[in-house]
């Protein structure tokens, strides 16, 4: 098939047609496969049950569902539901929102495809192409294949900081980064995917101020975050303002199905966007919006986040920690600690073989996991070995493999290491 340039760069390597790939032969395997890589939510019973109760009431509801699934809305999505959450912030989080602050797309993912070309690529007037900044690195898989045009990227290490007990945490490096060039937003997954980082309140003050300096939008990606999901075990105030774009999902409440992103921003983005979906997909789909509508109208939303979900995942977190560790214990690891999302990200120092070989040794024994080469967009040329000695690993899916998994892992791992140094493994 004889493709254009762009058709070539989407048939290329694309970590996340991998990861999307594995995921669906997750699915097709019913089971046999050890889940740790994909990005799926857990099946909580507490949550599905709520789910059920609220998607029956729909049904329950004369003309409610034909209405979400047989009738198109405007391309800025669902106005009940728009209405619904900016009631919602302005109670809980104190944002200054409404309606009109508020576009809904089929996924977050769906989202960063016209946000990131409106805002950086080639400008029609001779100024330099405009790229997004990602302030750390590594950072979503997901952003890496998103632009039109090469280079959309551009990405600053992270710095390193090493803690207690075999944990680490990256943080903004700040020195210089309100001096790079031909900016057009500057974008922070929060907590970061992959490696459950969460920036500080600080570090957001920070980049917002270096945003506003150079006039353009902080876009900050909460897809794991407060004020919902709420994965989140430790303190991240929800920021806002005009000069901000909050993305948010349905997808990790355990609702990816349905694919509603959100998204919060001033009017004229808003606007932007609500053109862009009207071009690329008509407009949102509703039934997601219409049970998001209902849990927040019913008043069970926040109370599902931070009752149900964010407990299930700090528990997960913890023992998932301790049973890596403990299968590590002798060897130079060190995982990030576990601030929020569903992921652990571990760093094995001066790894024998590369992470994408770790991958495959793992795949054969029907354990996946995601290589870490794939989430540094924006520094793809860059030589830092730190990019070919990382995993992510979820602990998402059923307990009992992911219990497996994780010692399969810890396996593959101590012989990596004892290969290169001729002791055997236990």
Request: charge should be negative; aromatic fraction near 6%; include cysteine.
């Given at each position: 098939?004889?493709?254009?340039?762009?058709?070539?760069?989407?048939?290329?390597?694309?970590?996340?047609?991998?990861?999307?790939?594995?995921?669906?032969?997750?699915?097709?395997?019913?089971?046999?496969?050890?889940?740790?890589?994909?990005?799926?939510?857990?099946?909580?019973?507490?949550?599905?049950?709520?789910?059920?109760?609220?998607?029956?009431?729909?049904?329950?509801?004369?003309?409610?569902?034909e209405r979400a699934i047989g009738l198109y809305g405007g391309p800025e999505g669902d106005r009940d539901f728009a209405n619904a959450l900016a009631a919602l912030f302005r109670r809980e989080v104190g944002w200054k929102v409404t309606a009109r602050n508020i576009a809904l797309t089929n996924g977050s993912q769906s989202a960063f495809l016209p946000l990131f070309n409106l805002l950086a690529g080639p400008m029609d007037d001779g100024r330099p192409a405009r790229r997004i900044l990602l302030p750390l690195s590594p950072e979503y898989i997901g952003y890496a294949d998103l632009g039109f045009t090469p280079g959309l990227f551009t990405a600053r290490r992270s710095t390193i900081h090493e803690l207690d007990d075999k944990l680490f945490k990256y943080g903004v490096d700040f020195d210089g980064l309100d001096a790079v060039e031909d900016i057009g937003a500057i974008c922070v997954s929060r907590p970061t995917?992959?490696?459950?980082?969460?920036?500080?309140?600080?570090?957001?003050?920070?980049?917002?101020?270096?945003?506003?300096?150079?006039?353009?939008?902080?876009?900050?990606?909460t897809a794991y975050g407060a004020p919902f999901p709420g994965i989140v075990f430790g303190e991240s105030t929800p920021v806002w303002d005009e000069h901000t774009v909050v993305c948010m999902s349905l997808s990790k409440l355990g609702l990816p199905g349905f694919r509603t992103g959100i998204v919060i921003a001033n009017e004229e983005l808003i606007e932007a966007l609500a053109a862009a979906t009207a071009i690329y997909c008509l407009s949102p789909g509703r039934l997601g919006p219409a049970l998001g509508t209902k849990l927040i109208e019913n008043g069970a939303l926040l109370p599902l986040a931070r009752d149900v979900i964010r407990p299930h995942y700090a528990e997960r977190a913890a023992r998932a920690v301790e049973r890596l560790r403990a299968g590590l214990n002798d060897y130079p690891i060190r995982i990030h600690k576990p601030e929020g999302a569903f992921f652990l990200w571990l760093w094995m120092p001066g790894?024998?073989?590369?992470?994408?070989?770790?991958?495959?040794?793992?795949?054969?024994?029907?354990?996946?996991?995601?290589?870490?080469?794939?989430?540094?967009?924006?520094?793809?040329?860059?030589?830092?070995?730190?990019?070919?000695?990382?995993?992510?690993?979820?602990?998402?899916?059923?307990?009992?493999?992911?219990?497996?998994?994780?010692?399969?892992?810890?396996?593959?791992?101590?012989?990596?290491?004892?290969?290169?140094?001729?002791?055997?493994?236990?």
């Open positions: 098939m004889d493709v254009s340039a762009y058709g070539r760069r989407l048939l290329g390597d694309s970590g996340t047609r991998s990861l999307m790939d594995d995921l669906g032969a997750i699915a097709a395997a019913g089971g046999a496969i050890m889940n740790l890589g994909g990005g799926s939510p857990s099946l909580i019973p507490a949550a599905e049950a709520t789910f059920r109760r609220h998607m029956e009431s729909l049904l329950r509801r004369e003309g409610a569902f995917n992959p490696t459950g980082n969460v920036i500080t309140d600080e570090e957001v003050e920070r980049l917002g101020a270096i945003a506003r300096a150079r006039g353009v939008p902080l876009i900050l990606d790894l024998p073989i590369t992470n994408a070989a770790l991958y495959e040794r793992l795949k054969q024994r029907d354990v996946i996991v995601v290589s870490g080469h794939y989430f540094f967009p924006g520094r793809e040329d860059d030589d830092w070995p730190h990019k070919r000695e990382c995993i992510r690993i979820s602990y998402a899916d059923d307990w009992e493999r992911t219990e497996r998994g994780l010692d399969i892992i810890a396996e593959e791992v101590r012989r990596a290491y004892d290969g290169a140094i001729g002791r055997r493994t236990a």
